[in-house]
């Protein structure tokens, strides 16, 4: 069992904290999220893991933030995504019970992309592959290795995953802090904040899907996963901190939508559904040209859904992209990010909260 690797680094005060997690190689969310954010040499920036795997453009992504660290001050937390990437440069373990499928059906993965770039792109004689990557990417490979499992302040703890306590972490199992499937509902609570990603916030909630950070200030946890790349209305959240003893929290997001100003008002719906990740098996009861109706079969309840986000396959049947039928709160002049347009309304996005808009909505403003 890998021990966690733990750091403890001394924070100056008065310097701004922004910690950013699961980029997932989305290099255009990333640039624009940190000049949403203007981020300067003076800032401290937290990736909270899973910077690679998922997206187009890992490979690029993970050289964008070892050029930023030379200009920065940036701590890479290593994520389970992180160190799978790892896991394959340093060892054969994993080779024929993960590796021997996940190469041959993920070409966007970062290993592929770099395995591209070198020209020799084959999943068959993993071995080669490994003495191939190793010779043509030692930087790469150099800097995953140095990327802590927990950053411990002070006041704060980053870990991608979750940890069950903050007494003896170096004593911790290092997968299990990265790889840590639903921590908020586990019942922890710490006496220093502790700040996480890894599962998309949007999987808490069963009524609204919303991305925004989630801030638990009675159990001192940060959840900030905004489920980018993983969704097609997810979000690359930044978690901001004036300064390291600070409990003041803000939050700013990219989604990478269409802004458009809304015109007319819209109240709340009252009991919504968020249809999420793995609860999404459906029942068609009756197809339409943009939304079909279907019954949930986890809640038995009757909901429109886009037929673009409707999914079949045999071991699942029909199932769905995450799907509401919620409706915002809308005042008018309200600017909002459109996810989907149909006949008479529109999937929008407001404060990191997805659900329908049906007034009408101004061109749009990017």
């Known amino acids: 069992m890998d021990k966690a690797v733990v750091i403890r680094p001394a924070f100056s005060p008065g310097r701004r904290i922004i910690a950013v997690s699961d980029i997932h190689g989305n290099l255009p969310f990333f640039q624009a999220l940190m000049d949403k954010i203007r981020l300067t040499p003076d800032d401290i920036l937290i990736l909270l893991g899973d910077m690679v795997e998922k997206g187009r453009d890992s490979l690029a992504l993970l050289r964008h933030v070892m050029e930023l660290s030379q200009t920065h001050t940036v701590y890479p937390v290593c994520g389970n995504c992180d160190g799978l990437v790892l896991r394959f440069f340093e060892t054969d373990e994993l080779d024929r019970r993960f590796f021997a499928s996940y190469l041959r059906w993920h070409p966007e993965s970062t290993l592929r992309q770099m395995a591209r770039e070198g020209g020799f792109d084959q999943v068959e004689d993993l071995p080669r592959l490994r003495r191939e990557l190793r010779a043509a990417f030692p930087e790469e490979w150099a800097w995953l290795r140095t990327m802590p499992t927990i950053v411990e302040t002070e006041h704060l703890v980053f870990v991608h ?4 306590s903050l007494e003896g ?10 790889k840590n499937d639903d921590f908020l509902g586990q019942g922890h609570s710490f006496d220093k904040w502790v700040i996480v990603g890894h599962w998309p916030v949007t999987l808490y909630h069963e009524d609204i899907p919303s991305s925004a950070p989630m801030i638990l200030r ?32 803000t939050w700013t997001a990219w989604d990478g939508l269409p802004s458009a100003r809304a015109l007319d008002p819209q109240p709340a719906s009252e009991h919504p559904l968020n249809i999420r990740w793995g ?15 279907c019954r949930h079969l986890e809640t038995g309840r009757e909901m429109y859904i886009l037929n673009c986000y409707l999914r079949r396959d045999r071991s699942k049947g029909l199932w769905c992209e995450d799907s509401t039928d919620y409706r915002l709160p809308v005042e008018a002049g309200d600017v909002l990010t459109v996810a989907r347009r149909i006949k008479n309304g529109a999937l929008c996005k407001k404060d990191g909260v997805t659900g329908w808009y049906f007034g009408r909505l101004s061109e749009d403003l990017t």
């Open 161 to 164: 995953g979750g940890v069950p």
């Open 279 to 293: 609860r999404s098996a459906l029942e068609l009861l009756e197809e339409g040209e943009e939304l079909s109706l």
């Open 169 to 178: 972490m170096e004593e911790l199992d290092r997968w299990g802090c990265m």
């Open 218 to 249: 009675d159990r001192k946890i940060v959840s900030i996963d905004g489920a980018c790349v993983l969704k097609v209305d997810g979000q690359l959240n930044a978690l901001m901190l004036p300064s390291e003893a600070s409990e003041d929290f």
